[in-house]
């Protein structure tokens, strides 16, 4: 038997000494002696893990939870180790296995419920959640409020406020669920619950940043010295905020500041925040922009779309073009029309063609008919799962990457482009907070650069398929909307339907930054914002606004 003891001291002495490889060595000869030998293992896995070998520590964990498939210590231990390691899938299969030796762990449902969600499998998440609340898990309000967000992701709202309320229902004080609520009320417009969700929040922890945040941008301002205001300078004089708080309050802060007309100081604010989410975000490489897009073109080429497998002539439509340029406007204005349903930003394509398709567009070219005819069916079967029987407005702006693709799949499909004077669509994306989403929209350089970008390719999916492209220009949409609409109409094939200029009394929900705006009555105010910004703003914008009063003429 091993005498555990003597051989910590050893290997101890051993590492004070920087004998690594000795140290390692006298533990496996331990371990050839009695290979089942548990506490060994765990010893082994910890000096593994200690030295940073974290898939060595991984096989012997995993040769632990063969062993004792009763003990949840491994299990935990291994799937946090694959956590380290960004292995989501590896994590989920440690929790399915311990919820199957341990089937009453509450923890284990938990904690497999987070991975479900990560992998994208949101039903089985509920679920595993339920269950462990069903066992009694230590916390019940977290269970129930993660549920409803992700019953909130399933479009299935009267579940999700259900979810919220029995979270607090079990804490009163549990915050994430206050908070939670809020921005659901948020996305419905529901301005005076949301700010009740988020007060009750400040009301338990003044300093809950995302609270007073979003009461920010939620709160019209014309008074720089607000008291809500006062109380996010304090914060963010606090040299111990940390750097997500700060980030989020600053953007809070220009916002307000924009409104009350100082805008030397919001755009201080804004560039602030924009340097803290450029400092954790992953550098925007122009270069890497600009071979891609080329890519893109010279991928998808008549020839290219002559050959595609068709899927379905189904009318889809998308709404796309730069973000912040006004398709969540039109979105809402088409979801007040009998025809159509609101999904906002699918994410579907940018998810699958970030995974299964790595290496877009390249993999395109090579891909086999098969593929492709899976990736769009598997849309459709998204579509139909979450919006049953409707004809669905995808609004993902940047889907623009993926008309030529679509334009191939989905012979039917019509592909609306918002314009946007380029000054305010770059200084509305640096006053918003997109985390890590949008490398470029932390730099109005960047920014501007990316639009450049995005503009070429549009031209050339009109050079390609100009009939199913039909371009709309924010302005002309805000100032004088009802032509704009029938245009759009005519082009979708749908009759103009008097209540889309209503669309303010639409129930449908918005998850984008635009949550406040589109619920307003229309007006111009936001049409040449930029001039406020005039002299902070770089040389390029100057001259996209020139390329594109060229272009229109």
């Known amino acids: 038997m091993t005498d555990h003891a003597a051989l910590i001291r050893q290997i101890r002495t051993l590492l004070e000494a920087r004998r690594v490889a000795d140290a390692e060595r006298v533990l496996l000869d331990a371990l050839t002696q009695n290979n089942r030998d548990t506490s060994l293992l765990a010893l082994i896995a910890e000096f593994y893990e200690q030295l940073g070998r974290s898939l060595e520590a991984a096989k012997v964990l995993t040769r632990l939870t063969e062993l004792e498939p009763q003990e949840s210590g491994a299990y935990f231990r291994l799937a946090e180790l694959f956590d380290r390691l960004g292995r989501n899938h590896d994590a989920l299969v440690v929790y399915t296995r311990l919820c199957a030796a341990c089937p009453d762990l509450a923890d284990a449902h938990f904690n497999r419920a987070i991975y479900l969600r990560r992998m994208g499998q949101l039903d089985e998440s509920i679920a595993a959640y339920r269950r462990a609340i069903d066992l009694g898990v230590a916390n019940p309000a977290d269970a129930w409020s993660n549920v409803g967000v992700i019953l909130g992701d399933l479009e299935r709202h009267a579940e999700a406020r259900a979810a919220f309320a029995a979270s607090l229902a079990a804490d009163p004080r549990w915050l994430p669920a206050h908070y939670n609520l809020g921005l659901l009320h948020e996305e419905f417009g529901e301005r005076d619950a949301a700010l009740t969700c988020f007060a009750r929040a400040l009301a338990i922890e003044p300093n809950y940043h995302q609270a007073l945040a979003r009461l920010v941008h939620a709160t019209p301002f014309t008074e720089p010295d607000d008291p809500r205001l006062r109380r996010v300078r304090e914060l963010l004089d606090r040299s111990d905020l940390p750097d997500d708080a700060r980030e989020a309050l600053s953007f809070a ?8 007309g100082r805008y030397d100081d919001a755009f201080a604010a804004f560039a602030a925040a924009n340097r ?3 400092a954790r975000a992953r550098p925007y490489e122009r270069h890497a922009v600009e071979r891609d897009n080329a890519a893109i073109r010279e991928t998808f080429s008549a020839a290219w779309l002559n050959t595609a497998p068709v899927i379905a002539e189904r009318p889809l439509v998308f709404v796309c073009g730069m973000f912040r340029s006004g398709t969540t406007l039109l979105e809402q204005m088409l979801a007040a029309h009998s025809a159509f ?13 970030g995974d299964e398709f790595a290496g877009y567009p390249a993999i395109i070219a090579a891909a086999g008919s098969e593929a492709l005819r899976a990736l769009g069916k598997n849309y459709l079967a998204h579509l139909d799962a979450r919006f049953p029987g409707a004809r669905v407005i995808n609004k993902r702006p940047d889907n623009v990457r993926y008309l030529g ?18 000054g305010d669509t770059c200084l509305s994306i640096f006053s918003q907070q997109f985390g890590d989403a949008l490398r470029y929209a932390t730099d109005l350089d960047d920014t501007a650069h990316y639009l450049q970008q995005l503009r070429g390719l549009v031209m050339h999916w009109q050079g390609l398929f100009p009939e199913r492209i039909l371009e709309v220009a924010y302005e002309a949409l805000v100032s004088d909307p009802e032509p704009e609409l029938r245009r759009v109409c005519e082009f979708l094939g749908v009759p103009f339907e008097p209540s889309m200029l209503g669309f303010t009394n639409n129930d449908a929900r918005v ?17 040449g914002r930029h001039r406020h910004y005039a ?14 009063h060229a272009d229109e003429r």
């Open 405 to 422: 693709l679509l334009a191939g799949l989905f012979p039917a499909a019509r592909f609306v482009v918002m314009r946007r004077n380029p």
């Open 535 to 548: 002299r902070h703003l770089p040389a390029n914008i100057h001259e996209l606004h020139e390329e594109q």
């Open 511 to 527: 998850r984008t930054a635009s949550v406040w705006q589109v619920r307003r009555p229309l007006h111009t105010t936001s049409i």
């Open 341 to 353: 349903t609101a999904g906002g930003e699918i994410r579907y394509f940018n998810d699958a063609l």
């Open 276 to 278: 803290m989410a450029r």
């Open 253 to 260: 802060l220009g916002k307000a500041l924009d409104e009350c």
